[in-house]
């Protein structure tokens, strides 16, 4: 078993939806990330949180130490969201732990 | 400002020939450095990292090395290409005792 596990694996929506992906892990962390990857290959970091929520435009990723767990949603989603969605967790201050990625795809 | 340069981009490469993707840093000093491999359907796995020039740690065997010749810079080579070779593979820093991450491109690896 994965210690970051992801859900949905695939996710396709109509332009507009609201979205969300899951992300479950089973160690202990010092901060997860949740990070975009477009089909190119180039990866944006979207967010780091060790607590509470944080928003950035239309992306809003929450996380509950307690039941490790941690969500991103997009509002109001677009085709140009489409891309695949990674959660990645520190263990400690020196490495990451990846889920598999959950791909999105926005239709208009 | 903290910068990441990784390249070729992409990459065809036969099998039993060389390989060597290079990843440098800006902006920072003595970082943690990594290369990990995203294989088809997977997710990104870490192959190397070091926290210190000369200094690498292994994660998993297999058929390719890391090198870190100075502070800011990492490189990934392989002697001879194997087919199951083939992937994407990110470098990434982080500042030794921090979490934040910084990624590079990526570069995608097609062994033919």
């Known amino acids: 078993k994965n210690e970051v596990e992801q859900s949905p694996q695939n996710l396709t929506a109509q332009e507009g939806e609201f979205i969300t992906i899951n992300c479950s892990y089973s160690v202990g962390i010092s901060a997860l990330h949740w990070l975009q990857q477009h089909p190119g290959g180039g990866i944006v970091s979207l967010f780091m949180?060790?607590?509470g929520k944080k928003k950035h435009g239309r992306l809003i990723a929450t996380i509950n130490i307690q039941e490790k767990h941690s969500s991103l949603h997009i509002t109001a989603s677009h085709p140009r969201d489409s891309a695949v969605y990674i959660c990645?967790?520190?263990?400690?201050?020196?490495?990451?732990?990846f889920g598999t990625g959950t791909r999105l795809q926005v239709f208009p | 400002s903290q910068t990441i340069h990784q390249w070729p981009a992409t990459l065809v490469q036969p099998v039993g020939s060389p390989l060597s993707l290079e990843c440098t840093v800006e902006?920072?000093?003595?970082?943690?450095l990594y290369w990990y491999r995203q294989a088809a359907g997977r997710g990104l796995q870490l192959l190397f990292y070091?926290?210190?020039?000369?200094?690498i740690s292994s994660e998993v065997p297999q058929n390719l090395s890391a090198s870190r010749p100075q502070d800011r810079q990492f490189i990934l080579s392989s002697k001879k290409l194997l087919l199951s070779d083939s992937g994407f593979y990110l470098c990434?820093?982080?500042?030794?005792?921090?979490?934040?991450?910084?990624f590079g491109q990526g570069t995608r690896l097609t062994v033919v």
């Open positions: 070091s926290v210190g020039i000369g200094q």
């Open positions: 902006g920072t000093s003595n970082p943690n």
């Open positions: 990434a820093w982080m500042r030794q005792g921090s979490t934040e991450a910084f």
């Open positions: 990645a967790v520190n263990r400690g201050t020196d490495k990451l732990i």
């Open positions: 949180l060790s607590s």
